[in-house]
């Protein structure tokens, strides 16, 4: 077609009322109606390729699950595998697979390689997690939310630990998006570099949860930063989601983690396994609502 493909590359790929109508679709789908987006198998006869140069459990097997659910199929490369190790361009890589695959989702490490990828392909591509952005976890948190409290628009979400990590960074963004405020307790040098009215950064813990309604804290030290740890871990260790400062939050409050967590650091064991069943509802609905972007994606 001559259509420009879509792409979700930041949470600033999608507008509110899209978001909604998404989000819309995958209650429905959940409830056992229909998929939405003009057919039940939208990716009838498609290829997408998952190409990552970082780990994954959720993002990789929902990803691939969504897409087959939804038809098609989906081919796993890892690019320590890919001639992308031994130096090939990305963009190479991407007007290759660009001929052969239908759409793309990738973990990488730079946004600006996925931003090349998705002008040298000419096809879909979506950012499984760089170190800039995880529109597609904050997506399926947000959905999460609502689907367990309502609207989370005019609420109160305190992010605790590393501010300056991809999963802030979206929840910074979707903050304007969405209409909520967002409080960051963080060490000052550990403080989200995106800024718009709706959100407080704060290096206090205490101060961030007061009255929150949503709770959520992701790993202290994201893939990439190893040689950070010891920092880190001094660093971030006032920042705990424990179950002290629990009680300063709203009665209801949700709490919420991306996963993987690191049970001791940057969530109480105790706090983790009294939530868990909310923040493994959390990762089923990766697959959900990836369901649904994938049929807003192809959707024209
Ligand atoms: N939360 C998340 O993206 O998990 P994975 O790294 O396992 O994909
Ligand atoms: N901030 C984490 C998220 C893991 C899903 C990382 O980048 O490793």
């Known amino acids: 077609s001559s259509h420009l493909p879509r792409h979700f590359l930041s949470v600033t790929d999608i507008r509110e009322a899209e978001a909604r109508a998404l989000f819309e679709q995958v209650a429905n789908q959940k409830r056992g109606g229909a ?19 970082k780990p994954s459990t959720r993002t990789r097997v929902s990803f691939e ?51 090349t990828f998705a002008r040298s392909s000419g096809i879909p591509t979506v950012n499984a997690l760089t170190d800039q952005e995880h529109p597609c976890q904050v997506l399926a948190d947000i959905f ?25 960074r979206s929840w910074a963004l979707a903050a304007s998006l969405f209409r909520f405020q967002l409080r960051f307790g963080a060490p000052r040098a550990f403080f989200c570099d995106v800024e718009n ?19 959520y804290t992701d790993v202290w030290i994201s893939m990439g930063r190893e040689e950070e740890s010891a920092l880190r871990e001094k660093a971030f260790a006032p920042y705990q989601l424990n179950r002290s400062l629990l009680r300063r939050a709203k009665a ?18 105790d706090l983790f396994e009294e939530r868990a069943r909310d923040i493994f509802d959390q990762a089923e609905n990766r697959l959900h609502v990836q369901k649904g972007l994938l049929c807003w994606l192809t959707a024209r």
Not at 36 to 50: F, I, K, N, R, Y
Not at 150 to 167: I, Y
Not at 252 to 261: G, I, Q, R, S, Y
């Open 144 to 168: 999460t939310f609502e689907e367990k409290r309502g609207p989370l628009s005019g609420k109160t979400v305190a992010f605790l630990g590393d501010a300056s990590c991809n999963v802030a």
């Open 197 to 215: 009215p709706w959100i407080v950064q704060t290096e206090s813990a205490y101060e961030a949860v007061r009255d929150a309604d949503l709770l």
């Open 65 to 115: 699950l969504a897409i087959r659910q939804l038809g098609g199929s989906a081919l796993f490369l890892s690019a320590a595998e890919l001639q992308l190790s031994r130096g090939e361009p990305m963009g190479d890589t991407a007007c290759v697979l660009g001929r052969m695959v239908q759409g793309a989702i990738i973990r990488t490490f730079a946004q600006e390689e996925i931003e």
């Open 252 to 269: 209801d409050a949700l709490v919420l983690h991306c996963l993987p967590a690191y049970r001791g650091k940057e969530i109480e064991g």
């Open 35 to 53: 998929q939405g987006g003009g057919s039940d198998l939208p990716l009838q006869g498609q290829v997408w390729a998952l190409l990552f140069r």
